[in-house]
């Protein structure tokens, strides 16, 4: 039978992993912090330490996919670094005015924007890298969760 404090942590990983499609939740860290206080209060003998680090660095992982997601894409789509940190930092502020649309509006925005400026006239340039930004934005959630999820497997494959 499992202990108590295994089905409090399986319970908080899967909550950590639906939290991925939170703005400003920091799933990834949550769930490590879960991992590291599940095996110190087994004194570290369940998981096994190898398991341990593993779960604890794919949790890492998850959230710097997270957190560059949109970036690496804005990048892809044509987007300078420069650019998608402003449209990062004006979607934040419009995440506290819009709620979480307000990420989406001022990263895609910002993008557009700086496309229409460096290309007078083509729209079809700004919108390219306006769409990259977004669905960067839109997957790394996304890639978060199934990341996050596989944690949640792996632990309580582990421990029960």
Do not use: K, N
């Amino acid at each position: 039978m499992a202990l108590p404090a295994a089905d409090i942590a399986i319970v908080l990983l899967v909550i950590w992993t639906v939290s991925s499609f939170l703005p400003l939740v920091p799933s990834g860290v949550l769930a490590a912090l879960t991992v590291v206080g599940y095996a110190y209060t087994t004194g570290f003998a369940e998981p096994g330490l190898g398991v341990l680090l593993g779960l604890v660095l794919v949790s890492l992982l998850a959230s710097a996919v997270e957190l560059v997601s949109g970036m690496v894409s804005g990048r892809l789509g044509g987007a300078s670094t420069r650019t998608i940190a402003l449209g990062t930092a004006v979607g934040v502020v419009l995440l506290f005015v819009m709620g979480p649309i307000g990420l989406v509006v001022g990263l895609g925005g910002t993008v557009f924007l700086d496309g229409l400026y460096e290309h007078p006239g083509e729209t079809r340039v700004a919108v390219r890298r306006s769409a990259y930004a977004v669905i960067g934005v839109f997957a790394g959630p996304f890639v978060q969760a199934v990341m996050l999820a596989g944690v949640t497997a792996a632990f309580a494959l582990s421990v029960l």
